[in-house]
């Protein structure tokens, strides 16, 4: 997963405490080691605690795992801390163990005779044959959406494809195409564990527009495109596949492609919640009594909101001096510190994402290498968290790119000729306000903080990629492209950052009148579309002049 993790906490006071702690249990051949990160997000390099983390019954305050260029020495450290020898907890040590391992069972015996005599886990084997992180093409069965398959198969790149009618899809794409069959317009088909794996979506779905008369038998009016027929809506209404259909397509692949702001992972945001398993992972584990808990405190945040609150009691007694709690959820990192017992492992082995499984918080006596945390002091604690999410790594590209139209923006414009814009705009009323639809569609995209381009093409045509190409903003231009081209610029699109979150219209030189062919001895070189996409601009979208007409009025 494409991702790095961050904390962002609040309390319910004033002070200017910040501080970060990340623990991280990885599953390796090193049976518990622990990486820890030392990557901050910029937002919480600043973040204001309100309330001091450990400042309970009148303690001073102090920072958590806060690095300092000087520490204490050991002796010095030592004479502050009592360590009284007290019982130990025995019930609570088997508790925790159960808590993170469970009961003994014959699969777990088996998983393990097979990682023996296989050299690898069950867990590995299973990920060897199952599929990778894939690209979802939506609309695969049409004319831009089976190119797109075909480009990615050829690349032996990993695809699915969502598509109706299962029949159709194998006869078009092949037998061994994987394809997941769902209906945008039913929300009910799209099924959040059909998605699970997908990283990055190509939507060429659109509503079927057709001649009135019908076509020939070889397609010819189709190939044409739109301009030169009588046209009307075949099947679902625009309404029902470039509104409905978006809005539930977008709401199917949110969790699996990531947002901008951050996947929520835990807490409490707008009307999101989600919640984590957290267990206790204290010093009793080596004999301690340090005890710690994680509840979620429904009024404690900020604004008198949800959050979660960390706590507990850290006693040095009987050589302890550590309360943690950990999930038992599977988090991906990419970029961590070795650490053992609080030593680097400096021959620790490349470190393999695959096997993160848990995100642990920590308040311990122990700094890194062998030294003390200088701000320690034992007692009663609480850390309020507030929210963990995941980001999408730096540079960011498009994560769902759309296949629109150009001139979605026309229909209502001020001051426009329509007797020189094509059909769809002169037609829109009668078309059921497709071009009505596909803006609102668009504007859902733009809204939902998923990275995305939204590629607009001029009337579709059936002739080959290679003709030089214009790419343009604010929806005015008019002319022709070749589906085959669309493909290919939505295929590059999804690796650009200088295509994220662009609008554009794009067409052939070539003009109607001309048809475009290709020397099958002398091929055009494939285009570089970066070249393109660097000439693009943030926010244009041909609206600009809508909402300037409104404020005029």
């Not at 998983?111 to 867990?123: D, R, V």
């Not at 923006?409 to 020189?420: A, C």
């Not at 002319?479 to 610029?489: H, Q």
Request: glycine letters at 8%; a positive charge.
């Amino acid at each position: 997963m494409e991702s790095c993790f961050f904390t962002t906490i609040s309390s319910s006071s004033s002070s200017s405490s910040p501080f970060s702690i990340f623990s991280i249990q990885g599953s390796s051949s090193n049976v518990g080691r622990k990486f820890s990160k030392s990557c901050m997000h910029p937002q919480l390099l600043s973040c204001q605690l309100p309330k001091p983390f450990l400042q309970l019954n009148g303690r001073p305050k102090y920072r958590l795992n806060q690095r300092r260029s000087a520490y204490l020495s050991s002796a010095t450290y030592k004479e502050t801390i009592s360590a009284e020898k007290q019982g130990w907890d025995l019930g609570r040590f088997f508790k925790t163990l159960y808590f993170f391992n469970g009961p003994p069972s014959p699969a777990k015996i088996v998983e393990f005779i097979i990682e023996k005599l296989s050299g690898s886990s069950p867990e590995e084997s299973e990920k060897k044959m199952g599929t990778s992180d894939y690209v979802l093409v939506v609309g695969a069965t049409g004319g831009v959406g089976r190119r797109v398959v075909s480009n990615f198969r050829k690349k032996g790149l990993p695809v699915k494809a969502l598509v109706r009618n299962e029949g159709k899809a194998r006869k078009m794409l092949g037998p061994d195409i994987e394809l997941i069959v769902g209906d945008i317009t039913k929300e009910s088909t799209l099924v959040a564990q059909y998605f699970k794996g997908v990283k990055k979506v190509i939507n060429a779905a659109s509503v079927i527009i057709g001649p009135k008369e019908g076509d020939t038998p070889d397609r010819a009016k189709y190939s044409q495109g739109v301009k030169f027929f009588e046209p009307e809506i075949k099947g679902d209404s625009p309404e029902m596949v470039e509104y409905i259909g978006m809005k539930n397509l977008i709401n199917a692949v949110r969790e699996s492609v990531g947002l901008r702001t951050g996947k929520l992972l835990f807490g409490f945001e707008d009307q999101l919640s989600k919640e984590l398993d957290w267990g206790a992972l204290d010093d009793v584990v080596m004999g301690g009594v340090s005890e710690s808990t994680f509840q979620i405190d429904r009024t404690g945040g900020e604004g008198g909101k949800p959050t979660g609150l960390f706590k507990g009691i850290v006693s040095t007694a009987n050589n302890g001096g550590f309360t943690s709690i950990r999930t038992k959820i599977r988090l991906p990192f990419s970029s961590l510190r070795p650490v053992f017992r609080a030593r680097t492992v400096s021959d620790a082995l490349p470190f393999n994402p695959s096997n993160v499984v848990s995100f642990q918080l920590m308040f311990s006596k122990f700094e890194y290498d062998g030294k003390l945390n200088p701000t320690f002091v034992e007692g009663p604690f609480e850390l309020p968290l507030s929210t963990i999410k995941a980001y999408i790594k730096d540079p960011i590209t498009p994560r769902f790119v759309h296949v629109s139209s150009a001139g979605v923006t026309r229909p209502d414009r001020p001051g426009i000729d329509l007797s020189k814009q094509p059909p769809a705009v002169r037609l829109n009323k009668e078309l059921d306000f497709v071009l009505t639809f596909k803006l609102k569609g668009e504007d859902l995209i733009r809204e939902s903080g998923i990275p995305y381009t939204i590629v607009r093409p001029c009337a579709l045509t059936e002739e080959p990629a290679g003709a030089d190409l214009v790419f343009d903003q604010g929806d005015n231009i008019t002319g022709k492209i070749s589906r085959e081209e669309i493909a290919l610029i939505c295929i590059a699109a999804l690796e650009s950052p200088y295509a994220c979150d662009k609008t554009f219209e794009v067409k052939s030189v070539v003009p109607f009148s001309e048809p475009f062919t290709v020397d099958p001895e002398n091929p055009p070189p494939e285009k570089d579309y970066n070249i393109y996409f660097q000439t693009l601009k943030d926010g244009i979208t041909g609206k600009e002049s809508l909402e300037q007409s409104a404020i005029a009025v």
